[in-house]
């Protein structure tokens, strides 16, 4: 059984360019949630998706991030026009269609660098 | 809101010395809480739970008790190792409609020296 995939491990980007991230969850998992990592940071989360359906973007930056999880393939993170605050390891993590937080399970993270 | 508050570390340890990382937190309602574990260069891995006060979660050696009085859930090992080294993050999750997201403390590294 695959883990929760995500990719590419390590993405470099200017300032200003456009940043994806690509998670592919567990197989049975329908649901998706993505987290960021600050330096020095706890984990803070961003969004919960279930397939084409974005169920709580609460922790979504309001501007430049947008975030997908459609009928079939990976759901996508999207950061538009990167800039340096935006360097951070990005965390995926899904659950079967239950409560959430009992059947987490995490990829191994997205590391932007943003320079 | 909700939030976690863990010690600073980093913390060091000789190989076999007894672990304790407090985790401390502010909830509404009856939260469940979790401890992860993150290695160097990997995602998170649940380490332990507990989804009510009293409760002991348990795995590998590690154990923590669910304390409603004093709002606490402190991490313990009898007799770390040296591949223990790794990052420790306390978290909650509510008892609400927003039970599947996570809070997160900010994490205490611990080192493990043989």
């Known amino acids: 059984n695959a883990g929760v995939m995500q990719n590419p491990r390590h993405l470099v980007r200017r300032r200003g360019q456009e940043a994806r991230l690509r998670c592919s969850p567990m197989k049975g998992h329908s649901h998706v949630y993505w987290y960021r990592q600050l330096p020095e940071e706890g984990l803070k989360f961003m969004v919960y998706l279930q397939k084409e359906n974005i169920i709580d973007e609460s922790g979504m930056p309001k501007e430049r991030f947008s975030a997908e999880f459609p009928k079939e393939g990976p759901s996508i993170l999207r950061i538009q026009q990167v800039v340096r605050g935006d360097s951070a390891a990005y965390f995926c993590?899904?659950?079967?269609?239950?409560?959430?937080?009992?059947?987490?399970?995490f990829g191994s993270g997205t590391r932007l660098t943003v320079v | 809101g909700d939030s976690v508050t863990q010690m600073e570390g980093p913390v060091t340890l000789s190989e076999e010395a007894f672990l304790t990382i407090n985790c401390t937190y502010t909830a509404t309602g009856y939260p469940s809480l979790f401890w992860y574990v993150q290695y160097p260069g990997e995602g998170l891995q649940l380490l332990l739970k507990a989804t009510k006060a009293d409760d002991k979660g348990s795995n590998k050696g590690f154990e923590a008790t669910y304390r409603k009085e004093t709002t606490s859930f402190h991490l313990e090992k009898g007799s770390v190792q040296v591949s223990d080294s790794a990052v420790y993050f306390c978290?909650?999750?509510?008892?609400?409609?927003?039970?599947?997201?996570?809070?997160f403390g900010k994490g205490t590294s611990l080192l493990v020296t043989p």
């Open positions: 978290a909650l999750s509510g008892d609400s409609n927003s039970g599947y997201a996570l809070n």
């Open positions: 993590a899904s659950s079967p269609p239950a409560r959430g937080n009992y059947g987490y399970t």
